[in-house]
């Protein structure tokens, strides 16, 4: 079965810190892992996306790597600032067209 | 370009009662998923569906169902509500049923059951 782990579960850091965001997942058969966004109370905002074939993605301030071998993904962000403070969700396609997540990683930006 | 729309954002239902929550999907996609995410956690998959038809299921009961229109736009409707059931349900779509593309999410609808 399955299984996606974020961890920390959350995460505090002072305005202009480079972080990293973990993610491991059991099962090495996937096709992607996405990462997501979360605010408080809202939907999720699709981050990137990583095929399996991929090793990284990237998008402005934010990198995202893959190791399907080892099951682990790690998201970077860059220079951060308060306005990244939301939870980040890593998420897994196994097959089919489900996505497993993990519970997610509350990141607090300080000024 | 409209992104996925669901309605309504906020229901307050009472326990044993039936819902329906819709869901529009981004413009130009044909697939559409339903997730439960109970406060604190992941998301958890409900089901898909493609071509009006359910492709995927999760781990939920039959209290649990949809349909899909033609037009794409999709409903989830939970009988017999617990009050277990109060979770933020989200709508994602996509296009087609291939991993190639990831997946747009909606901003959810907030279910109480009281």
């Known amino acids: 079965k399955q299984e996606v782990t974020q961890i920390p579960a959350a995460l505090s850091v002072p305005e202009g810190e480079n972080l990293v965001l973990n993610c491991s997942f059991t099962d090495s058969a996937i096709y992607n892992l996405q990462w997501f966004r979360q605010d408080p109370g809202k939907g999720l905002t699709s981050l990137l996306l990583i095929q399996s074939s991929q090793r990284e993605q990237t998008s402005g301030r934010l990198n995202a790597s893959l190791d399907k071998s080892s099951g682990r993904s790690t998201l970077y962000i860059a220079a951060s600032q308060p306005g990244d403070s939301a939870t980040y969700l890593c998420?897994?396609?196994?097959?089919?067209?489900?996505?497993?997540f993990g519970q997610g990683t509350e990141l607090s930006v300080k000024p | 370009d409209a992104g996925v729309t669901q309605s309504p954002t906020h229901l307050i239902k009472t326990r044993g009662q039936q819902v329906t929550l819709r869901c529009s999907p981004k413009?130009?996609?044909?697939?559409v998923s339903w997730y439960q995410q109970a406060l604190g956690q992941g998301p958890q998959f409900i089901f898909q569906?493609?071509?009006?038809?359910?492709?995927q299921r999760g781990n939920f009961p039959d209290r649990f169902s949809g349909h899909q229109f033609p037009n794409y736009s999709s409903e989830l409707n939970v009988n017999a509500l617990l009050l277990g059931d109060s979770a933020l349900y989200l709508c994602a779509s996509s296009l087609g049923t291939a991993a190639t593309y990831g997946y747009t999410f909606g901003s959810g609808t907030r279910l109480t059951v009281v």
């Open positions: 569906y493609y071509e009006e038809e359910e492709r």
């Open positions: 413009s130009g996609h044909d697939t």
């Open positions: 998420a897994v396609r196994p097959g089919g067209g489900k996505l497993i």
